[in-house]
C-alpha cells in the first residue's frame, strides 16, 4: 500500500508565476489535509477536504491560494502570482473515513517551494 | 486558539546522553500526538496519547501526557545518533485542525 504521494518535490517559480502541488492520498482515504511549513517551525494547517468538498479553508489565505480534492484524481493545492513569502514546505495528509475527522494522519514527504 | 510550546528548541547531545523534550499549553487537549521529522521528508507518528498521566513506551522513548491533558514529555534514554531529527508535539484543536508545536531539533553526535 503506497503512502501518501506528493508531486513535484521541489519546485522553483519566479514571482508572479503559478504554483500548483499536487497529492495523491492513501489508497481508501478521503480525507486529505495541507500544511505550510516554514523553516525552523512546525507546521501550520492550511485547509481540509473530502471528495469534491472544501470541509475547512482557515488557516488558508483568502486571496491566491486555493485547493480542490476532484472525484477523480490527485488533490491540488493552487498558488497564484507567487511572492517570496510562499517559500515554504507544503505537506499533504490523508486519513481513512472517521465520523469526526480526527482519524490519524499520514503524512507525504512534502514539496519544497521556492520562489525567486 | 490554542497554542502548543515545545522546549527546548535545540538540544545537541553525545550518543549514550539521556534527554527529555517538553509540549506545554494552557489549553486542555483530548489528546496529543508526538511526530519525528527527517530532513526533507515528511512528519512520521510516533504515539498518541489520550488519557491524563498515560505513559507510553516506544523501545527508548518515553511519552507522558500530564494529568490535565494539558502538557506532555517525551524522553529519550541512551541517545543514538538515528534518534537525530524534528519532534513535533501535536493536538486536535476544537474542529479538525491538527495544532503543531514548533518542534524540538535534535542532534546526536557520535
Known amino acids: 500500500n503506497a503512502g501518501v504521494m506528493q508531486n513535484p518535490r521541489h519546485l522553483v517559480r519566479r514571482r508572479g508565476q503559478e504554483a500548483r502541488l499536487r497529492c495523491s492520498p492513501m489508497?481508501?482515504?478521503?480525507?486529505v489535509y495541507w500544511y505550510r511549513q516554514l523553516p525552523e517551525e512546525g507546521l501550520k494547517f492550511m485547509v481540509y477536504l473530502q471528495k469534491e468538498n472544501i470541509i475547512d479553508e482557515s488557516g488558508m489565505p483568502k486571496e491566491r491560494f486555493s485547493a480542490e480534492f476532484p472525484k477523480e484524481g490527485p488533490s491540488i493545492l493552487r498558488i497564484q502570482q507567487v511572492v517570496r513569502g510562499d517559500s515554504a514546505a507544503y505537506f499533504c495528509a490523508s486519513s481513512p473515513p472517521e465520523v469526526s475527522g480526527r482519524g490519524t494522519q499520514y503524512f507525504g514527504p512534502g514539496t519544497r517551494l521556492l520562489v525567486l | 486558539t490554542q497554542l502548543l510550546e515545545q522546549s527546548p528548541q535545540f538540544l545537541s547531545i553525545q550518543e549514550g546522553e539521556n534527554l527529555t523534550v517538553y509540549c506545554n499549553s494552557s489549553?486542555?487537549?483530548?489528546?496529543l500526538q508526538w511526530y519525528r521529522q527527517e530532513p526533507g521528508e515528511g512528519p512520521v507518528l510516533l504515539v498518541t496519547?489520550?488519557?491524563?498521566?498515560e505513559v507510553k513506551k516506544l523501545k527508548r522513548l518515553t511519552f507522558q501526557f500530564g494529568d490535565a491533558r494539558k502538557d506532555s514529555s517525551l524522553h529519550i534514554t541512551a541517545a543514538q545518533p538515528g534518534d537525530t531529527g524534528l519532534y513535533l508535539c501535536a493536538g486536535w484543536d476544537s474542529s479538525y485542525k491538527l495544532i503543531f508545536g514548533s518542534g524540538t531539533r535534535l542532534l546526536v553526535r557520535p
Open positions: 489549553s486542555v487537549f483530548s489528546s
Open positions: 489508497k481508501g482515504h478521503s480525507h
Open positions: 496519547v489520550v488519557t491524563g498521566g
